[in-house]
């Protein structure tokens, strides 16, 4: 009987597996099969819109390249002001939202999530506007109430300029991430909650002591997100900086959408690619280390 | 499970149908490249997709050059198929992407910028025997037009518009308040222009640089041709030894932009705003005295400018400045196609045959006649145009016709003869250069490594 059942679930099993093959056939010709072109790609020159074969040559000049190095601190930079504007704030508002302290109204909630809605495109050539030397929302507020010595050069100064990008990003993204937040609340026993309240533990006690561990999945998950985000950011310093001034905002992905095109230098600009896809790996397993270590700890 | 088996094969196939779809979609005008594919081999019409930079909505009514070449094909028995790109979008990502797949039209237009790389990838059909063959058609251009589209004495592209890179537009009310009638010829005098409109309150000079390419095309250029000269031009655009951007003459060409910029004669935000419509806003507000740009800028500049503000419009050549060399003399250009036709070498004589015919259209006299009564530069000689109606042409246009016969010499715009990737280097170290990142030596130094690096394939 054990055996005749067994049989009958690989049956059934190979059924299942020839409709998934459909899928599984897509995610190759959609996925796999344009990441292994890159590849192949970055182990050649572009001369002339000619493929010449280079080997690993384009990577050894990745490693001496400076602006490469420049558009990763870039990434790292938007990096960690993400995981702070982004997720901490997003935090912060879901534990408001699930305890029903602030917030508790639908529309509210709506509006912390409308900003993702909108294209990227769109946002950033907002906030270019917004950020227009004479014209723009902040230094004409400045002008209003005196203060013009606090104007910018919100996107021409290269001090600034990469917080300049990040704010419209923070705004846009924040309430992307408090959905997964709050879908990740929603899993958690209400009766801990209470047992917590009941022990005296609330407001910021209760958000740190038994919601933070209780939702450490959730909160891997969304830092996983921001962190292949931040590396893979490319339409807002497309719209707002081109990458400029100079390469003063310039991201990976730009830099590859340079070499690559506006240099027609497809080879380098592929291998730059495939770096990003390594630097976004290795920091998805630095973060899986640092998440079993802290497993290991509790 | 009967139902389920149903569903799962339903959905399977809507995905393999969705998978065969998406492969198989993108513009199938986009796709004819090879050979005699888009030939009707019924022999009659001639197919033709032409990848170009006009987009009709983008074009407001001067919407001449799609009436003329329609109107060729529809009498010359040509199935023509128009694929418009923007214009920066084409340039940047469209046109190489094409290139690079060896999957070009028959007929397109070609950057002047992608025209050496194009000829040595063997993408460009030789145009030269239909030169030959029709002497009155090639006689009819400008001199020296074809110089950017001539690699080893063959010619792979017909110029089909002529611009001048250099020019500043200026305030003659702003001038004027401040003791000018119009911009000085020399550095010295325009230096204290400068300083006047600066101390007055105003921005002597705006400019938008944001993608890079204005200051570069519309400065850094005409002061390569006063301080380094000609002669460095030339070789250094012909990717051979004889000249190198971390000579002494190119590094003041950069020293005198950064000390413009030091002095603040420039709009503090030059280097995010672009150079469409938010450095015009500088100019049309009164809030600028002069404004960078090249005969192109004239028609927008016109066109989109308040109409009490037009009275007030000049224009001038760039001033010559300090230490240029002694035999270039005040108030040159430089001038040359910036866009050509090209046809793909993998035509059949039939479909170049068309594509050439399409290119004389182009070049032809009701051509020039549109281009001079919107205010554009002609390709052919003014004899050769005809007459016209005078009445349309835009204000200052007479200005900048009187200024370009009146220049002691026209040199051919020296980023034409580089590549892409120089170009992208000039541009960004430019404004590197304007925010302090880095010195005119260093930019010298860094340049000349990329230049290097482009000479080995480029020569």
Known sequence: MENGSSILYQIKFRKVLFYFLIPILLYLFIVILPLCTAFYYSLNMTTNFTLVWNGLDNYVKILSDDIFWLSLKNNIFIMIFAIITQLVPAFIIMVMISTGYVFKSKFVQSVFFFPCVISAIVVSYLWQIMYDNQTGVFNTLLRLVGLESLQQNWLADPKIVMTSICIPLAWQF?????????SGMS???KEIL????????????????????????????????????SIKIFDQVFAMTGGGPGYASNVLGM???????KQANYGY?????????????????????????????? | MKNLKLTAGLLALVLAGTMTLSSCGGNSNAAGSAGGDNENNGGEKVKLTFACTWVEEEMRDQTYPLDIVNKYAQDNNIELSIDPYNSSDYQNTVFKTMAAAKNLPEIFLINSMDMKSSVKGGLLYDLTSYLDEDTAWADSFLPGLFVETTFDDK?????????????????????????????????????????KAKNAGYIPIALGDKDGWPLYS?????????????????AIGGYTDQASYDDPKFISVLTTIKDLNDKGYFNEDMVSIDNNTQDKAYFYNEKAAMILGGSYTLTGLVTDCPEELIPSLGVAPTPRPAGAIDSVKAGIFTGGSGWEVAVNAENTQKQADAAVGIAKAMTGQEYARNDVEVGRIPVIKMENVGEYDASKIPVLQDDMNKLISQAPSMTLMNQQQSGAAMSEILYKKLQEIIIGQTTPEQAAKDIQAVYEEECKTMQ
Do not use: H
């Open chain 1, 194 to 229: 209470e047992v917590a309240e009941i022990d005296g533990a609330t407001g910021l006690k209760k958000s740190v002591y038994i919601i933070l561990p209780l939702m450490k999945n959730t909160i891997s998950v969304v830092m996983l997100l921001s962190v292949t985000g």
């Open chain 1, 174 to 182: 924040i309430g992307y991430y408090l959905v997964i937040l709050l």
């Open chain 2, 218 to 234: 519309n400065l850094a250029e005409i002061l390569c041709e006063y301080l380094c000269g000609p002669e460095w031009v030339a």
């Open chain 1, 187 to 189: 899993a958690i026993d």
């Open chain 2, 155 to 195: 010619i792979y592209g017909v110029p089909y518009q002529f611009i001048t890179n250099e020019c500043v537009y200026f305030n003659k009310n702003i001038l004027s308040e401040l003791g000018y009638e119009t911009v000085p010829a020399e550095w010295a005098e325009f230096l204290e222009l400068c300083e």
């Open chain 1, 269 to 298: 600009g592929s291998a730059i690619s495939i770096s990003m896809l390594i630097i976004s790996l290795l920091l998805i397993g630095v973060m899986s280390l640092i998440k079993k270590a802290v497993s290991r700890n509790d």
């Open chain 1, 255 to 261: 830099y590859s959408y340079i070499v690559s095109f």
